[in-house]
């Protein structure tokens, strides 16, 4: 095997910049299947009335008549690849409810902390929130503070702050559900 005649460039990890490790990638299915749980719960109208796949309804409407826990478990990992074709913001829309307004209030406040101070506001809602992980936390977190630096435009900040906001709701979300 020939040995590569140069080293790794700055270039070379700047192309994979922004992208997710297998591991972030397997939790985030983890994050969309407890999410599918919460969605699965929902009422089969409101379900039907979902603006995603029909794939996806008829999984969530599927896991209603499963009664096997090891067959509900697989259900909600496939649902779970499936919400990754989906916007967040849209799912999560359809789960706030259930938070109510007052609730999303302080997780925006969450949010703004986050950004203000960083890394002791992560621990502390670290702590709070079991389903929540510092390095994801601090990966929205970092690509926040290069918008900012780079002076990006403010669609591209907005979008990094509506993902951080998005995490945080959702970690809220199945930290909740699951006390």
Request: glycine share 2%; net charge positive.
């Amino acid at each position: 095997m020939a040995r590569r005649p140069n080293r790794f460039t700055d270039e070379d990890f700047e192309s994979l910049d922004g992208r997710a490790s297998k591991t972030e990638q397997k939790k985030a299915v983890q994050r969309m299947a407890a999410l599918g749980e919460q969605l699965a719960e929902l009422p089969k109208k409101q379900i039907e009335a979902l603006p995603v796949e029909e794939r996806l309804i008829e999984a969530l409407l599927d896991v209603q008549l499963i009664s096997s826990f090891e067959a509900r478990r697989r259900q909600f990992q496939r649902i779970g690849k499936l919400l990754r074709n989906e916007d967040e913001t849209v799912i999560l829309s359809y789960l706030t409810p259930k938070q109510g307004m007052k609730k999303t209030a302080q997780l925006q406040r969450w949010v703004d902390r986050i950004i203000a101070q960083g890394d002791p506001v992560i621990n502390e809602f670290t702590k709070m929130h079991n389903a929540a992980e510092r390095h994801t936390l601090r990966q929205h977190l970092l690509r926040i503070q290069r918008d900012v630096t780079k002076a990006a435009p403010p669609e591209e900040l907005e979008a990094s702050k509506l993902k951080l906001f998005n995490y945080v709701q959702q970690v809220a979300l199945i930290s909740d559900n699951s006390k």
